[in-house]
């Protein structure tokens, strides 16, 4: 009977999902106030619907209720309650109704958070968040429904969740990068919204600003706990594998970054507008395109599920409604889009200018390489796979050339330059980081790296840049404390995401170029050098866990003579599924993880082991963890606070006056 | 033509010419760097190149998994039930990597032998790969294969 309620709820969210689509937009049409106010209260419903829907399923995962044919197969009586919970996420179904849950909550937000904006404008933002919303209940309902029962003979017991999905990165990583997919649903309703009421200043920029860079944060974090999750749990130690749906998570990012930075320019100059339209329907678009590669199949990828075709093509019909006709409205509207005033060739606008068109090629390029395979299969070319070469030769390059630039904007004034004084502090940064990045490589061990001596110059380029813009706004202002109360928000949060993308480029030069690695047979009683420990295997024993057996390896890890550490590695079989999993024992350090996992069982009781120090690897995740919390603060500025403080005191005043 | 005019047409050649440069570097480096996909038949009848990097699919054959006692090398046979390629490789085997299981090995061909540089099995029991897939479809394997699953 509970499973039906929480299929009762999806229809529901569906029918008002509907009611959201068609009522505020007609309501905004022909001129009725009274069609626009449904919005809000709409919105909210759809998010409490979901929200039952959503809770319904969990409760199924948490009551082991196995008639429910989508618990069945992603649980068993044996999966600890939190995997239980996470396993809601862990395949296809239970994933889109996070999806769809995530939208209504975006909605919820915008509904509770837009009183600033002009109520037939958040009508507009919703309905548009309402149309997104009807296409992925259709989906699920039609092709993709949780509650479907297996009844009246249902199994005693559950398939059991994937191991590879029994792991706390699961629990946050999807949620997390969905928050971001979903979140830019917002900037794009935003656009849509101005787009219909033609009304195409820069409010709607500043509207949509703070609702990027949230969306923004939550997806750099979602995709740095997706490849440390990777890193640690698929066994290999690789924190990027340029795998489609890695690269389909990578390329919204990018563009998102692109939308954060022209959103800037387009609210404090009015520039850039039909651009940064362009750049929020490109960045929702391809994170739809992101999901159809995940769902349907079509693509070679650690993620793919087993799938079914007629999921592909519903996907694939909805992203051509939603880009055919985002990028039609878009062509009629956009002629009529003015952009006001000018810049110097040496201004910000110019130096964001730079890192869009950087940025955007970036995107292409990655886009292009994820594609391509598709592309040529389709015209008879055969199977073909692009793999991560191509992508190192195309990205890192392009990253560079984003990355120099990145210092002389922050520094470059609005409209112009007219002091060439102003890039002065650079050439000692330039100085500083030039030297001591050719000075780096020769203090490392092995071959000098001239990719290294960049890579690293690069990153302390930025980050010495950053420092000492802070530096120079604490001058100003007289004091650390003075400037971070006086200076904005914003400008706190681009000093903390550019500082942690210089830790991630100097953790990606570091791992990529001065990893140690071997792949070894060891026994018992074994001893093998690791950078300046000796790793020694000291027994093997048979480990039983709560739902699957492990052989477990003991690793001594020693400094000269002393013992440094002892450390566990497992090859796990899980029972009910009877897949084989690779735990891998992790030190992680500030400097570098030592790294060591169990291959596969050999003759005569040795194994295949994998010993590897990764150097500075922690920083990639600390960088994009700094980029993410940078996106936080930025949004606690007073701007948007003040906005909502002034409708109160408004509401106040007049609920005195009457 | 006002200077704001001729700003704003400066920046459009200079995005539609970056752009277009762009691309087609994106072009090269990709004829460059993709990895065409054979079936055991396609190799084992002489249709592949040798030399060059190139990926097979199929299923790895049922006894044919020889591991060298002393060091990590493995040798198996990939099979599409119509011909079989032997494939060498040096390293640790992914965890799905199972007789009788789909795999796909990335490498190149040297002697008749298939080096492997990289084994890739998939990360779900039930998930085939779409070139192993293809493999059997092209072998007319697949039906098989699927009734064999379900035993």
């Given at each position: ?299 070679t ?72 395979p ?8 055969g199977k073909v796979s692009?793999g ?212 596969e ?58 | ?33 993709i990895n065409l996909f054979f079936t055991p038949t396609q190799i084992a009848t002489g249709q592949a190149p040798s030399a060059q990097l190139i990926r097979v699919g199929g299923m790895v054959a049922d006894g044919t998994v020889d591991r060298d006692?002393?060091?990590l090398k493995v040798a198996f046979d990939v099979t599409d039930f119509d011909h079989q390629v032997r494939v060498t490789y040096e390293g640790i085997l992914p965890?799905l990597f199972r007789e009788g299981q789909g795999v796909v090995v990335q490498g190149r061909i040297n002697q008749g032998q298939f080096v492997a540089s990289e084994v890739l099995a998939k ?5 085939m790969p779409p070139e192993v897939t293809e493999a059997l479809r092209q072998s007319g394997k697949l039906?098989q294969m699927?009734?064999g699953?379900?035993?």
């Open positions: 009977m509970i499973p039906e309620i929480g299929h009762f709820a999806l229809v529901l969210a569906f029918a008002i999902a509907i009611c959201l689509a068609v009522f505020p937009l007609y309501g905004y049409l022909s001129n009725q106030q009274g069609f626009c106010a449904t919005a809000k209260p709409l919105a909210l419903l759809q998010g409490l619907a979901l929200a039952v829907s959503f809770g319904v399923l969990m409760y199924g995962f948490l009551a082991h209720d196995f008639s429910v044919k989508y618990v069945a197969d992603n649980s068993n009586l044996d999966l600890p309650w939190y995997f239980r919970m996470s396993a809601v996420w862990g395949a296809h179904e239970g994933s889109l109704l996070l999806w769809a849950l995530i939208l209504a909550f975006w909605g919820v937000a915008v509904a509770l958070f837009s009183r600033g904006i002009p109520d037939h404008m958040s009508a507009l933002v919703l309905s548009v968040m309402g149309m997104i919303s009807v296409g992925f209940l259709a989906f699920m309902l039609f092709t993709s429904n949780p509650f479907v029962r297996i009844l009246p003979f249902s199994p005693a017991n559950g398939a059991d969740l994937n191991p590879l999905l029994q792991d706390p990165g699961l629990i946050f990583h999807p949620p997390m990068l969905y928050m971001g997919y979903v979140g830019l649903s917002v900037a794009f309703a935003f656009a849509m919204a101005s787009l219909i009421s033609g009304k195409l200043d820069a409010t709607w920029a500043r509207w949509s600003r703070p609702w990027t860079t949230i969306a923004w944060a939550f997806l750099t974090l979602g995709i740095a706990l997706g490849s440390w999750w990777a890193y640690y749990e698929l066994g290999w130690g690789g924190w990027w594998f340029w795998d489609p749906v890695e690269n389909a998570s990578l390329i919204p990012w990018l563009v998102a970054t692109a939308l954060m930075h022209s959103l800037a320019v387009t609210e404090k100059r009015g520039l850039f507008r039909s651009w940064t339209l362009l750049l929020a329907i490109a960045a929702f678009s391809l994170s739809l395109l992101g999901t159809f590669l995940v769902r349907s199949g079509v693509l990828s650690v993620h793919a599920f087993a799938n079914d075709p007629e999921r592909g093509v519903f996907i694939l019909g909805f992203l051509i409604v939603v880009i055919g006709g985002s990028l039609t409205l878009y062509a009629i509207r956009a002629s009529k889009v003015s952009e006001p005033g000018e810049f110097a060739w040496i201004s910000r606008e110019s130096f964001l200018l730079f890192n869009n068109l950087i940025l955007t090629v970036m995107a292409v390029s990655v886009l292009l390489g994820t594609l391509y598709l592309l040529v299969d389709a015209v008879g070319g692009v991560p070469p191509f992508f190192n030769a195309v990205f890192v390059p392009l990253t560079a050339i984003l990355v120099s630039g990145m210092a002389f904007g922050p520094l470059a004034k609005w409209r112009q330059s007219e002091d060439p004084r102003l890039f002065r502090p650079l050439i000692v940064t330039l100085i500083v980081s030039v030297v001591v990045g050719l000075a780096w490589p020769s203090m490392l061990d092995g071959q000098y790296s001239i990719g290294t001596a960049i890579g690293v110059a690069l990153a302390l380029w930025v980050a010495i840049a950053t420092v000492v813009d802070v530096v120079k706004k604490v001058g100003l202002y007289g004091g650390v404390g003075t400037t971070l109360a006086r200076v904005e928000r914003g400008m706190i949060g681009m000093w903390l995401a550019h500082f942690g993308l210089a830790l991630t480029i100097f953790g990606v030069v570091m791992v990529e170029n001065h990893t140690e690695h071997r792949d070894l047979r060891m026994g018992v009683g074994d001893s093998q050098n690791l950078g300046s420990y000796d790793v020694r295997m000291t027994d093997l024993t048979v480990i039983n866990g709560p739902n699957y057996v492990a052989d477990q390896a003991t690793f001594e890890i020693y400094q000269g003579d002393a013992l440094y550490k002892t450390v566990t590695p497992q090859k796990r079989r899980y029972n009910a599924s009877g897949m084989v999993m690779t735990e891998a024992a992790i030190d992680s350090g500030v400097t570098r993880d030592l790294y060591i996992a169990m291959g069982p050999l003759d005569g009781g040795d194994w295949a082991v994998r010993l590897s120090v990764k150097p500075f690897v922690d920083w990639i995740w600390a960088g994009a963890f700094l980029m993410g919390l940078g996106g936080f603060v930025s949004i606690t500025d007073k701007r948007y606070r003040q906005r909502v403080r002034e409708e109160k005191e408004a509401r106040v005043a007049e609920g005195a006056a009457a | 033509m006002n200077p704001k005019r001729k700003q704003r047409m400066l920046i459009i050649l200079g995005l539609v010419s970056g752009l277009g440069v762009a691309v087609g570097l994106v072009m090269y480096a990709l004829s460059q760097n006692p002393q060091s965890d990360h779900d029991e039930n998930y039906d699927k009734g699953q379900q035993q």
